[in-house]
């Protein structure tokens, strides 16, 4: 049977090939006789990906352990759930993953309204630039990172899943990033496709709904991973600027700044060589990021580490670096071809989008330091998270503002209500003032706090002065998920800064103070199950007299990994948050407690699933395409 799978992705791999030749031959030659044919085979390499797949995702739930990949990521006692979730738990699994939503997103591409109102000649040079990405990552799967390697001598039972990967965060983050990443290989190939051929404005408005569905998915996908490192890892915290965490970023930040300047184009005509970059270029930084993740280039807690895909990936990315540049250079400069006034929306835009791509080469920057410094380190040092938090958080309080002011500018220039636009100003340099006189320190905490205050602001005025645009989906796609935006900076300026952590080793009976708060220790329960074995501490918390809960905090220890897992224990509020782990347990005696109180912590995963969410109300209907009045 996995004979069968592997020879399925093989000929998926043959018609890929094929289709990229023939589809260069036709563009090469202008005949264009072939495109039924181009459809064909990708309809056809995408029904054997998806065969194969589902053979892999048989082997888990059965748990048939003559499959090296079932071995390593399932065992007997392993739930249905995660079992399931195996499937993008290992480098292979997350890699097959990847190549069938890709498959399915030209699948759905093929058939939309946007690929019928395209020039044959377009949907041509489209399937040469889409066929050749899905014949890369087939190459991969049938080469160094087969999923269908067999064990001559199988073993009884496998190793298991990854007691961090057990977590319902860790079950949606992977396959949330990899259905962002392959969405954005449709906007990419479009923008590439339409500039070969001239057929320029149509690509904008078709990528519109991709750009948008994949972004939100990205979006998602990294900040469940940030819930996944709070509730899991048990160090209090929700981003530690990990190399693994800082790889889907770095795509964020060009694909954040690409929906931006899209809009111009699709308005003004203006910025299309800087879109078709970046369209690629989000592209291209999501593989990079799976080589930052799959390389061993970097080490981080739940990386895969080199799995022989390393040269591959970065041979890809390059070459698919140089085809960007000289596709996007061969592009008109459009319209608008000087830059807008900073006074205008234009001009924020661009300015904002300076803003994302210099985070975005930080973040790079930092990520890669240790490789980078060998050059004249003998012994490289990576940076740590002071570095990230002092220069990205002041250039992240500057996009708060940014989107304070951006709303009250008009396209052409100049405020349109210039008194009402000092109002958020203000609002700002007021917090500001009360945090100074206050003694509130950090003050850059401070300053992030007016920001998110200062967009509020801004965007209740606009509600207020607007109430008919108010009503509309653009309005509420934009300046609400401005608004979801601005929650979240200041569930981050107020939950990190003013974090209080407190460590104590507690037998029964005992209690201790924190915070105005009553910690008491009542008893220990364990619990044996096949897969594990459970140790809880059961924490009384009370208030002024007042009981307000119970902490669980447990330490968990899985079948077939000899060290224990953390498992973290809280109390919800839009206050403080109490949040408890412990790290051994000796006897009844736990060694040690640690408490946090981690103010407004919840504000950051309210403002997220907005930020996530209200960008999709700016889909676009058939009725809808190309009106922009309302943007």
């Not at 392959?182 to 991709?210: D, Q, Y």
């Not at 220790?521 to 501490?537: G, Q």
């Amino acid at each position: 049977m996995y004979l069968f799978a592997h020879g399925a992705m093989l000929f998926a791999l043959l018609l890929s090939i094929l289709g990229a030749g023939l589809a260069c031959i036709e563009a090469w030659t202008e005949r264009g006789k072939a495109l039924p044919w181009l459809e064909r085979l990708n309809m056809s390499s995408v029904i054997l990906v998806a065969f194969a797949s589902a053979i892999l995702l048989r082997a888990l739930v059965s748990r048939d352990f003559t499959l090296s990949y079932v071995t390593q990521y399932t065992d007997s006692t392993l739930p249905l759930f995660y079992a399931i979730t195996a499937f993008w738990a290992g480098q292979a699994g997350s890699l097959l993953f990847w190549a069938l939503v890709m498959g399915a997103a030209s699948v759905l591409f093929l058939f939309s309204n946007t690929y019928q109102k395209l020039d044959p000649k377009t949907k041509l040079y489209f399937w040469m630039f889409f066929l050749p990405v899905q014949a890369f990552f087939l190459l991969l799967l049938t080469g160094p990172s087969s999923p269908f390697v067999t064990l001559v001598t199988p073993p009884v039972d496998g190793q298991g899943l990854n007691p961090l990967l057990r977590n319902f965060g860790m079950v949606l983050h992977p396959p949330l990033l990899f259905i962002g990443y392959a969405g954005f290989t449709i906007p990419a190939c479009l923008a590439l496709a339409s500039t070969m051929t001239g057929e320029r404005r149509l690509w904008v408005e078709g990528a519109h709904n991709w750009n948008v569905a994949s972004w939100s998915l990205l979006t998602s996908g990294i900040l469940l991973g940030g819930w996944w490192a709070y509730m899991e890892l048990g160090w209090g915290g929700y981003w530690a600027w990990d190399p693994v965490e800082n790889a889907s970023l770095i795509p964020w930040f060009s694909a954040t700044a690409f929906l931006h300047t899209s809009i111009i184009e699709r308005r003004f005509g203006a910025l299309p060589r800087t879109n078709v970059f970046l369209a690629c270029l989000t592209l291209l930084l999501c593989i990079f990021a799976t080589y930052l993740v799959r390389s061993g280039v970097v080490e981080s807690l739940h990386a895969f580490g080199e799995g022989g895909v390393a040269l591959p990936l970065i041979l890809a990315i390059s070459f698919g670096m140089l085809v960007s540049v000289a596709v996007a250079l061969a592009r008109p400069a459009g319209e608008g071809s000087s830059l807008p006034n900073l006074d205008s929306k234009q001009g924020m835009v661009v300015l904002l989008v300076w803003l994302l791509m210099v985070l975005g080469a930080i973040v790079l920057m930092g990520t890669l330091w240790p490789v980078i410094s060998q050059l004249w380190e003998t012994n490289p040092v990576g940076v740590n998270q002071g570095f990230y938090n002092t220069i990205c958080l002041p250039l992240f309080t500057a996009m708060a503002m940014l989107l304070a002011l951006a709303p009250w500018l008009g396209w052409k220039g100049g405020f349109w209500k210039p008194k009402v636009a000092m109002i958020p100003v203000a609002a700002w340099i007021c917090v500001f003032v009360i945090g100074l006189w206050l003694g509130v320190r950090p003050l850059l905490a401070v300053t992030a706090v007016g920001a998110a205050v200062a967009v509020a602001v801004s965007v209740v005025l606009l509600a207020v002065l607007q109430p008919k645009a108010f009503r509309s989906r653009a309005f509420l796609s934009s300046h609400g998920s401005h608004l979801l935006f601005a929650v979240l900076v200041l569930g981050v300026a107020v939950s990190g800064p003013f974090q209080k952590t407190h460590e104590v080793p507690l037998s029964p009976g005992e209690n201790f103070s924190f915070g105005g708060y009553l910690f008491e220790y009542t008893k220990l329960r364990t619990e044996k199950k096949p897969e594990l074995a459970i140790e809880e501490a059961v924490i009384t918390v009370s208030k002024d007299g007042k009981r307000l809960g119970e902490l669980t905090p447990q330490r968990r220890l899985y079948r077939n990994y000899d060290h224990p897992n953390s498992e973290v224990s809280t109390l919800f509020s839009l206050g403080d948050e109490l949040y408890a782990t412990i790290h051994d347990i000796e006897g009844e005696r736990v060694q040690p407690l640690k408490v946090s109180i981690n103010p407004m912590v919840n504000w950051v995963w309210i403002g997220s699933l907005g930020v996530t969410l209200l960008p999709l109300l700016a889909w676009r209907t058939r009725r809808a395409q190309g009106d922009h009045s309302d943007e």
